[in-house]
C-alpha cells in the first residue's frame, strides 16, 4: 500500500509549478472553461494587459499555453516569452552601482532579445537575421552579460551594451521580426514581473513595459495582486489589469478544481475521501498549487484517521503560508513590525469571522469589511497581505458619505483551521463543513475599524524599522534618508541579496544531525558556499553518513531555500 | 547753442547705506593647504553640509537650494584639487599641461605646489560636459574610456547641475535652457515654477554628488596606473619594497579614510593587485 502511495505522489502529474513542466503537459492540463478562456483572450488580444495573482494562481501556465498557442499557430500574433523571476539577483548593484537601474534596464532589454532568439530558434525560423545596425547585440554576448548581471559580478566589459541597446533598438527588432515572419501582431509575455522587493526596478521595469506598447506590440505582465506598479503607469488607462486568481465564492469554483484532478488524470479519488478533497478545494484557497499541495500532503500523511490526516494537512498548509508570509520581512526588514503586525490583524480578522458564523443557522459569514482611514502604514501593511494571497480583496463598498469599507475575504485554510465552518459541532464531520461552506453569504461583512482589529500597543508598534547611523547612533528620521543628519556621515544599507548568501548551515531546512555533520566534516560554511563552490556535491558527501541521494536532497533544499528567499 | 540734456531723476525705492565691505581679511591666512586626499577634503566638506537640516519637517524653504549650492561647489573643488596635484605628480598628465597659458599674475604669486589651480582657474566642473573637457584638456583622459558606471553618475550629477543653474541665476526657478536639457516633455510644466527640495530629495542630490566623486576617484585612479604602465612612464620593479615612494603617490592622492564604514584598501593590497594586472604579465 505504501509502495503504491509513493508511486501516486511521484506522478508528474503532481508538479505543482507550471516553469518545471513541459508545454504539452501544460496543454493536457490545462482547465478550459470560460473563465480561463477569458484569461487566454485577455493574453492574445490587443491591448498592454496586467494578468494578476498570488503565487501558485496559474499565471506563468496560462501565459506559456498563449505563447505555445501562437507559436504553433500563424493566425495568432507574434510572441514572446521571458521570465524575470531572478531580479532579485540585481538587489546588490543598488548597493554598489551608481548605474543600478541602467544595468537593470539592459538586463531586461537583453532577456527580451533573447526570447527572440529563442523564438527563431524554437519556430525553425533559422534563415532570419537581426539587421546588422544590431550586430551588437549577439546571442552569447547577450546570454553572458543576463549570466553576470544574475550574479552581481562586474559588468564594465559590457558597457558598450549597455550604452547602447535602448527599448526603441528593441522595438524595431520586434517589428522588424513580425514583418518578415508575416505577422500583424506581437504579444510580449513578461512574466514573474511582480518586482515588489525593489521599488526601483519595479518603476523602471513598468516605464520599459509602456514604452514597449506600440500599434503592432501589446505587452503582457504576471504580477502579485496590490503590487504597485510606478508612478506613471497609469492603470485602467495605460493597461488594463485582469484577474488569474479565481474568487472562490464563483458558481463554477468546484466544478474548476475537479478538472484539475480530471485533467491531471490524478487517481487521488479513490485514495482520498470524495468530502475531503471537496474541503481541500477551498482551503486551497484558488491556488491550483497548494491544491495539489494538499492532495499530496493528505496522501504522505501518516496519522491514524481521516480527521487526524486532514487536521495534519491545514495546519501545516497553515504553517507554509504564515512562514512564507513572515519571510517577507528578511527581504524587506525595514518592514518588519508592519508585517509582523499584518499578521496579528489578519489573525484578529480569522477569529472574528469564526466567531460571527457560530451564530449564524443558514447564511455563512466569510468577508470583513475594514473601514479607510488613508493611512500609508496600514496601506502598506494591507499590501502585503493581499500581495501573500492571505486574503481576496474583494470591490470597495461606500456606507454615506464620508465611509467606505474595503473588503476582504480571508484564506480559508486559516479560517477552516479556527473551525469557522464546524457549526459549533465538537467532532469532525466534513459534510456538514461542506454545507455550511455552500451557504449564501449573509447580507453585511463583519465591520472593523483598523483601531478594533488592533490594540493601541500593536499600531505603536508598527513603524519602520530602520537601522540607526553605523557612526553615531543616531536614529533615521525617514525611509530615503541617506546621510545621517546628526554627524553627517553616509548611511548604510545593507543588500538583503548579501545577507542571503550569509545565511548559515544552521539556517537550512535540514535536520540537526545533517547540520552538525557538515559543520564538523566539511568546508561549506554558509548559503554562498553551497552556490559558489565549483562541485558542492563531492563536498556535501565527505561528511560520514551523507551519500549520494542525501547530498543531492541538502542541495536542493539549499537551492529550494534561495529560491523562495530570493523570489 | 545747443540745448543742455537734462536726465530725468527721481528716487523711486529707499536711499542705500554706505557699505565698508573690504575683501581682505575674508579669507583666512591661518589656513594650511592639509595632506588629505581630494575625496576626503569632499567628505569633510560636505560632512558639515549633511548636518544642515535636522528637522525633514520645518526647515526654510530656501535652505535646500544654497545647500545644494555648497554641494555642488564641493565638487568641483574636489575636481580641481585631484587634478592639480595629478599634474604635480603624474607625467602624462603634466606633460598634457605644458602647452597651456597661465597669467603673469598668477605665475609670480602661486608657489609650484599651487600653480596648477592657476591653470584651472577659467575651468568649471558644473555639468558632465564640462567635466569631460577639463579631464580631456588637463589630464589627456577622454569619454571613450569612461566605464558606464562612471557615465549614469554623471547623468546624474548632470540633473543636479541644472539645478544649481535654476538656484544660482534665476533664485530657483526652472528656466527654458534647464528644462531643455532635463528633457523638455517632461518638464514642460514646470517652466518658470520655483524650485521646492524636500528633505528626501535633498538627501537623493547629497548622494548623487558623492557618487560622482566616488566614481570619479576611482576611475582617474585605476585609468592613470593604467596609463603609466602602458605608456612605460615609470620604470616599475613590481616588487612593493622598490616601488612603494613612487606607488605611495598615487595611493595618497586618491585613498580615502573618511568614508566609512568601509575602511580604504591598504597600500599593500591595493599595490598587490597592480602587480598581480601588470607585473605578471611582463
Same mark, same amino acid.
Given at each position: 500500500?505504501?509502495?503504491?502511495?509513493?508511486?501516486?505522489?511521484?506522478?508528474?502529474?503532481?508538479?505543482?509549478?507550471?516553469?518545471?513542466?513541459?508545454?504539452?503537459?501544460?496543454?493536457?492540463?490545462?482547465?478550459?472553461?470560460e473563465?480561463?478562456?477569458?484569461?487566454?483572450?485577455?493574453?492574445?488580444?490587443?491591448?498592454?494587459?496586467?494578468?494578476?495573482?498570488?503565487?501558485?494562481?496559474?499565471?506563468?501556465?496560462?501565459?506559456?499555453?498563449a505563447?505555445?498557442?501562437?507559436?504553433?499557430n500563424?493566425?495568432?500574433?507574434?510572441?514572446?516569452?521571458?521570465s524575470?523571476?531572478?531580479?532579485?539577483?540585481?538587489?546588490?548593484?543598488?548597493?554598489?552601482?551608481?548605474?543600478?537601474?541602467?544595468?537593470?534596464?539592459?538586463?531586461?532589454?537583453?532577456?527580451?532579445?533573447?526570447?527572440?532568439?529563442?523564438?527563431?530558434?524554437e519556430?525553425?525560423?533559422?534563415?532570419?537575421?537581426?539587421?546588422?545596425?544590431?550586430?551588437?547585440?549577439?546571442?552569447?554576448?547577450?546570454?553572458?552579460?543576463?549570466?553576470?548581471?544574475?550574479?552581481?559580478?562586474?559588468?564594465?566589459?559590457?558597457?558598450?551594451?549597455?550604452?547602447?541597446?535602448?527599448?526603441?533598438?528593441?522595438?524595431?527588432?520586434i517589428?522588424?521580426?513580425?514583418?518578415?515572419?508575416?505577422?500583424?501582431?506581437?504579444?510580449?509575455?513578461?512574466?514573474?514581473?511582480?518586482?515588489?522587493?525593489?521599488?526601483?526596478?519595479?518603476?523602471?521595469?513598468?516605464?520599459?513595459?509602456?514604452?514597449?506598447?506600440?500599434?503592432r506590440?501589446?505587452?503582457?505582465?504576471s504580477?502579485?495582486?496590490?503590487?504597485?506598479?510606478?508612478?506613471?503607469l497609469?492603470i485602467?488607462?495605460?493597461?488594463?489589469?485582469?484577474?488569474?486568481?479565481?474568487?472562490?465564492?464563483?458558481?463554477?469554483?468546484?466544478a474548476?478544481?475537479?478538472?484539475?484532478?480530471?485533467?491531471?488524470?490524478?487517481?487521488?479519488?479513490t485514495?482520498?475521501?470524495?468530502?475531503?478533497?471537496?474541503?481541500?478545494?477551498?482551503?486551497?484557497?484558488?491556488?491550483?498549487?497548494f491544491?495539489?499541495?494538499?492532495?499530496?500532503?493528505?496522501?504522505?500523511?501518516?496519522?491514524?484517521?481521516?480527521?487526524?490526516?486532514?487536521?495534519?494537512?491545514?495546519?501545516?498548509q497553515?504553517?507554509?503560508?504564515?512562514?512564507?508570509?513572515?519571510?517577507?520581512?528578511?527581504?524587506?526588514?525595514?518592514?518588519?513590525?508592519?508585517?509582523?503586525?499584518?499578521?496579528?490583524?489578519?489573525e484578529?480578522?480569522?477569529?472574528?469571522?469564526?466567531?460571527?458564523?457560530?451564530?449564524?443557522?443558514?447564511?455563512?459569514?466569510? =468577508?470583513?469589511?475594514?473601514?479607510?482611514?488613508?493611512?500609508?502604514?496600514?496601506?502598506?501593511?494591507?499590501r502585503?497581505?493581499?500581495?501573500?494571497?492571505?486574503?481576496?480583496?474583494?470591490?470597495?463598498?461606500?456606507?454615506?458619505?464620508?465611509?467606505?469599507?474595503?473588503?476582504?475575504?480571508?484564506?480559508?485554510?486559516?479560517?477552516?483551521?479556527?473551525?469557522?465552518?464546524?457549526?459549533?459541532?465538537?467532532?469532525?464531520?466534513?459534510?456538514?463543513?461542506?454545507?455550511?461552506?455552500?451557504?449564501k453569504?449573509?447580507?453585511?461583512?463583519?465591520?472593523?475599524?483598523?483601531?478594533?482589529?488592533?490594540?493601541?500597543?500593536?499600531?505603536?508598534?508598527?513603524?519602520?524599522?530602520?537601522?540607526?547611523?553605523?557612526?553615531?547612533?543616531?536614529?533615521?528620521?525617514?525611509?530615503?534618508?541617506?546621510?545621517?543628519?546628526?554627524?553627517?556621515?553616509?548611511?548604510?544599507?545593507?543588500?538583503?541579496?548579501?545577507e542571503?548568501?550569509?545565511?548559515?548551515?544552521?539556517? =537550512?531546512?535540514?535536520?540537526?544531525?545533517?547540520?552538525?555533520k557538515?559543520?564538523?566534516?566539511?568546508?561549506?560554511?554558509?548559503?554562498?558556499?553551497?552556490?559558489?563552490?565549483?562541485?558542492?556535491?563531492?563536498?556535501?558527501?565527505?561528511?560520514?553518513?551523507?551519500?549520494?541521494?542525501?547530498?543531492?536532497?541538502?542541495?536542493?533544499?539549499?537551492?529550494? =531555500?534561495?529560491e523562495?528567499?530570493?523570489? | 547753442?545747443?540745448?543742455?540734456?537734462?536726465?530725468?531723476?527721481?528716487?523711486?525705492? &529707499?536711499?542705500?547705506?554706505?557699505?565698508?565691505?573690504e575683501?581682505?581679511?575674508?579669507?583666512?591666512?591661518?589656513?594650511?593647504?592639509?595632506?588629505?586626499?581630494?575625496?576626503?577634503?569632499?567628505?569633510?566638506?560636505?560632512?558639515?553640509?549633511?548636518?544642515?537640516?535636522?528637522?525633514?519637517?520645518?526647515?526654510?524653504?530656501?535652505?535646500?537650494?544654497?545647500?545644494?549650492?555648497?554641494?555642488?561647489s564641493?565638487?568641483?573643488?574636489?575636481?580641481?584639487?585631484?587634478?592639480?596635484?595629478?599634474?604635480?605628480?603624474?607625467t602624462?598628465?603634466?606633460?598634457?599641461?605644458?602647452?597651456?597659458?597661465?597669467?603673469?599674475?598668477?605665475?609670480?604669486?602661486?608657489?609650484?605646489?599651487?600653480?596648477?589651480?592657476?591653470?584651472?582657474?577659467?575651468?568649471?566642473?558644473?555639468?558632465?560636459?564640462?567635466?569631460?573637457?577639463?579631464?580631456?584638456?588637463?589630464?589627456?583622459?577622454?569619454?571613450g &574610456?569612461?566605464?558606464?558606471?562612471?557615465?549614469?553618475?554623471?547623468?546624474?550629477?548632470?540633473?543636479?547641475?541644472?539645478?544649481?543653474?535654476?538656484?544660482?541665476?534665476?533664485?530657483?526657478?526652472?528656466?527654458?535652457?534647464?528644462?531643455?536639457?532635463?528633457?523638455?516633455?517632461?518638464?514642460?510644466?514646470?517652466?518658470?515654477?520655483?524650485?521646492?527640495?524636500?528633505?528626501?530629495?535633498?538627501?537623493?542630490i547629497?548622494?548623487?554628488?558623492?557618487?560622482?566623486?566616488?566614481?570619479?576617484?576611482?576611475?582617474?585612479?585605476?585609468?592613470?596606473?593604467?596609463?603609466?604602465?602602458?605608456e612605460?612612464?615609470?620604470?616599475?620593479?613590481?616588487?612593493?619594497?622598490?616601488?612603494?615612494?613612487?606607488?605611495?603617490?598615487?595611493?595618497?592622492?586618491?585613498?580615502?579614510?573618511?568614508?566609512?564604514?568601509?575602511?580604504?584598501?591598504?597600500?599593500?593590497?591595493?599595490?598587490?593587485?597592480?602587480?598581480?594586472?601588470?607585473? &605578471?604579465?611582463?
Amino acid at each position: 500500500m505504501r509502495a503504491e502511495m509513493n508511486e501516486l505522489i511521484d506522478q508528474k502529474e503532481f508538479e505543482e509549478r507550471a516553469d518545471y513542466s513541459d508545454s504539452e503537459d501544460l496543454k493536457k492540463w490545462n482547465v478550459d472553461n470560460e473563465y480561463f478562456q477569458a484569461i487566454q483572450n485577455k493574453l492574445i488580444q490587443k491591448g498592454a494587459k496586467l494578468i494578476v495573482g498570488p503565487r501558485g494562481t496559474g499565471k506563468t501556465h496560462q501565459m506559456r499555453l498563449a505563447y505555445d498557442k501562437c507559436l504553433k499557430n500563424k493566425k495568432y500574433p507574434l510572441a514572446f516569452y521571458t521570465s524575470f523571476s531572478k531580479y532579485y539577483h540585481l538587489e546588490p548593484f543598488l548597493f554598489k552601482s551608481p548605474n543600478a537601474k541602467k544595468i537593470f534596464h539592459t538586463w531586461v532589454l537583453g532577456k527580451i532579445i533573447l526570447s527572440c532568439y529563442k523564438l527563431v530558434d524554437e519556430g525553425e525560423y533559422s534563415d532570419i537575421v537581426f539587421d546588422d545596425e544590431y550586430d551588437f547585440l549577439n546571442k552569447k554576448l547577450l546570454e553572458e552579460f543576463v549570466s553576470q548581471a544574475e550574479k552581481g559580478t562586474a559588468l564594465s566589459q559590457y558597457d558598450e551594451l549597455i550604452t547602447k541597446l535602448t527599448i526603441n533598438s528593441v522595438i524595431k527588432i520586434i517589428e522588424s521580426l513580425a514583418i518578415k515572419l508575416k505577422r500583424k501582431k506581437v504579444v510580449l509575455f513578461l512574466d514573474d514581473a511582480a518586482l515588489s522587493l525593489t521599488p526601483d526596478y519595479m518603476i523602471e521595469f513598468f516605464d520599459i513595459f509602456r514604452s514597449l506598447k506600440t500599434v503592432r506590440i501589446s505587452p503582457k505582465a504576471s504580477v502579485y495582486p496590490g503590487t504597485p506598479s510606478g508612478p506613471r503607469l497609469h492603470i485602467g488607462h495605460d493597461v488594463e489589469p485582469f484577474q488569474a486568481w479565481i474568487d472562490i465564492e464563483t458558481d463554477y469554483y468546484s466544478a474548476f478544481m475537479d478538472d484539475i484532478i480530471e485533467k491531471r488524470s490524478l487517481t487521488v479519488k479513490t485514495a482520498i475521501p470524495k468530502d475531503i478533497i471537496e474541503l481541500f478545494k477551498y482551503a486551497s484557497f484558488g491556488v491550483p498549487r497548494f491544491f495539489l499541495n494538499l492532495l499530496r500532503r493528505f496522501l504522505q500523511d501518516s496519522g491514524k484517521s481521516t480527521q487526524q490526516k486532514f487536521n495534519n494537512v491545514i495546519s501545516e498548509q497553515v504553517k507554509l503560508i504564515k512562514g512564507e508570509y513572515l519571510s517577507l520581512y528578511q527581504k524587506m526588514p525595514q518592514y518588519k513590525s508592519i508585517i509582523e503586525t499584518g499578521f496579528y490583524l489578519f489573525e484578529t480578522i480569522v477569529d472574528d469571522i469564526a466567531k460571527a458564523n457560530k451564530n449564524l443557522q443558514n447564511e455563512k459569514q466569510i =468577508l470583513i469589511g475594514i473601514e479607510d482611514e488613508q493611512n500609508i502604514s496600514f496601506e502598506r501593511m494591507m499590501r502585503f497581505l493581499i500581495e501573500a494571497g492571505l486574503l481576496y480583496d474583494k470591490e470597495t463598498v461606500s456606507h454615506g458619505e464620508s465611509r467606505k469599507y474595503h473588503r476582504y475575504i480571508p484564506h480559508f485554510a486559516f479560517l477552516m483551521q479556527k473551525r469557522a465552518f464546524s457549526s459549533g459541532k465538537r467532532g469532525f464531520d466534513s459534510g456538514s463543513i461542506i454545507e455550511f461552506i455552500n451557504r449564501k453569504q449573509i447580507k453585511h461583512p463583519v465591520r472593523r475599524s483598523f483601531g478594533k482589529l488592533l490594540s493601541d500597543e500593536q499600531i505603536e508598534h508598527m513603524k519602520l524599522d530602520l537601522p540607526p547611523c553605523s557612526n553615531c547612533g543616531a536614529p533615521r528620521l525617514t525611509e530615503e534618508q541617506k546621510f545621517c543628519h546628526n554627524c553627517g556621515h553616509e548611511l548604510v544599507d545593507k543588500s538583503a541579496f548579501e545577507e542571503c548568501m550569509k545565511l548559515t548551515v544552521d539556517d =537550512l531546512p535540514i535536520s540537526d544531525w545533517q547540520k552538525r555533520k557538515i559543520k564538523e566534516e566539511s568546508n561549506l560554511k554558509t548559503v554562498s558556499d553551497f552556490l559558489t563552490m565549483p562541485d558542492p556535491g563531492t563536498e556535501l558527501r565527505k561528511p560520514h553518513g551523507i551519500g549520494p541521494v542525501r547530498s543531492e536532497q541538502i542541495f536542493n533544499k539549499v537551492q529550494q =531555500l534561495v529560491e523562495e528567499f530570493l523570489s | 547753442m545747443a540745448k543742455k540734456k537734462i536726465n530725468y531723476k527721481y528716487r523711486i525705492n &529707499d536711499y542705500s547705506k554706505s557699505s565698508k565691505l573690504e575683501t581682505q581679511g575674508l579669507f583666512d591666512t591661518d589656513f594650511k593647504e592639509s595632506n588629505m586626499s581630494p575625496i576626503d577634503t569632499f567628505f569633510e566638506k560636505t560632512t558639515e553640509l549633511n548636518k544642515l537640516i535636522a528637522d525633514p519637517d520645518d526647515f526654510p524653504g530656501q535652505l535646500p537650494g544654497l545647500i545644494l549650492l555648497g554641494y555642488v561647489s564641493a565638487v568641483e573643488s574636489y575636481f580641481r584639487k585631484i587634478i592639480r596635484k595629478l599634474i604635480l605628480i603624474d607625467t602624462a598628465s603634466k606633460r598634457k599641461c605644458e602647452k597651456h597659458s597661465l597669467t603673469y599674475g598668477a605665475a609670480i604669486i602661486y608657489d609650484s605646489e599651487m600653480l596648477p589651480e592657476a591653470m584651472l582657474e577659467n575651468s568649471s566642473f558644473a555639468g558632465s560636459e564640462n567635466i569631460e573637457k577639463s579631464l580631456k584638456n588637463f589630464l589627456g583622459i577622454t569619454k571613450g &574610456d569612461y566605464s558606464s558606471d562612471l557615465n549614469g553618475a554623471l547623468d546624474q550629477f548632470s540633473k543636479v547641475c541644472q539645478l544649481r543653474h535654476c538656484s544660482v541665476h534665476r533664485f530657483g526657478r526652472l528656466g527654458s535652457n534647464n528644462a531643455i536639457a532635463l528633457g523638455l516633455e517632461d518638464n514642460k510644466e514646470y517652466l518658470e515654477k520655483p524650485l521646492k527640495i524636500g528633505f528626501n530629495t535633498l538627501q537623493e542630490i547629497f548622494l548623487v554628488c558623492n557618487n560622482i566623486v566616488k566614481e570619479i576617484n576611482n576611475f582617474l585612479f585605476e585609468k592613470i596606473l593604467d596609463r603609466n604602465v602602458s605608456e612605460e612612464l615609470y620604470g616599475w620593479k613590481w616588487d612593493l619594497r622598490k616601488d612603494k615612494n613612487e606607488f605611495i603617490k598615487y595611493y595618497n592622492l586618491f585613498a580615502s579614510e573618511k568614508n566609512p564604514p568601509r575602511q580604504a584598501p591598504s597600500l599593500k593590497k591595493a599595490y598587490e593587485q597592480f602587480r598581480k594586472i601588470f607585473g &605578471d604579465q611582463i
